[in-house]
């Protein structure tokens, strides 16, 4: 199948780093988001970084006005109504995914694929959602979209070889390496990132060490790029839970216990970097 209309709805971290490689792989891209303000915020952020990449020399200033003339913004949902592909980036909740997807699938044409970034939700579930089951798919791109190559593509008990096949070939174009994945709790990334980060912080919380030497352990002693709890405050410690939370009910096994100094940080709204405080401070 050909795809050459994207729509990427929500345009917080996830979509707009999302609708900025699409538009990059020359594909026409339409931003939507409930919130002019997330609109604006996002279409900003990837002027900013397309910019950065004309300075540096990564790019002309030809190709950044080709990728900005393809990148639009909606706060309609009915404008995915011309749509090849719908990749939805909206907060990490079902309710919110599952109403999302079945207003999709009154709107978007038949042959649509329907995507989703979740980075923890049964995709099998949001796929018997909508009357196009073999068309969902999850499409689970990491942070900071631009710069991160892989992309964990997870078949709903239900996508058929076709759509999974047209995901395949989409992630290529965008210059990313897919990697296939069935639809497990946490799938592959998060099964294996998370409880290391949650045993970070255990590891905080039962005074072993401070956070900053915890993060030194792990990057010189493991040459991991950035520690895990500097790596959990760039998450952002509520989704860090809520994702241990899909874990341990997911398998039912104590070992996916959230840890409790988590819980509380998450009460506080000490998130992480997104509101100034974590396991560290930001101005
Ligand atoms: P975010 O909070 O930065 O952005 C979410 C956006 O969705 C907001 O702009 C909000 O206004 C919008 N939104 C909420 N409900 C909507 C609706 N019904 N229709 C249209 N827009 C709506 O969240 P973030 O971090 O971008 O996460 C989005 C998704 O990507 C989540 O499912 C998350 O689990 C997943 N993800 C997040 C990663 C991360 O590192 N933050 C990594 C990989 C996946």
Known sequence: MTINHVMVIGAGQMGAGIAQVFAQAGLNVKMNDMSQDALDQGLLGIEKRLGRAVEKGRMTEGERKAITELLSTTTDLKDAADCDLVVEAVVESMDVKVSV???????APSHAILATNTSSLPITEIAAATQRPEQVIGMHFMNPVPVM?????????????????????????????????????????NRILMPMINEAVYTVHEGVASPEDVDAVMKLGMNHPMGPLTLADFIGLDTCLYIMEVLHEGFGDSKYRPCPLLRKYVKAGWLGKKSGRGFYTYD
């Not at 290529?172 to 592959?188: A, H, R």
């Open 149 to 189: 190559k892989l992309v964990e593509i997870i078949r709903a008990i239900q996508t058929s070889d076709e759509t999974y096949q047209a995901i395949e070939d989409m992630t290529k174009k965008l210059e990313k390496t897919p990697v296939e994945v069935e639809d497990f709790p946490g799938f592959v990334s």
């Open 101 to 107: 997807f079945q207003q999709l699938d009154e709107i």
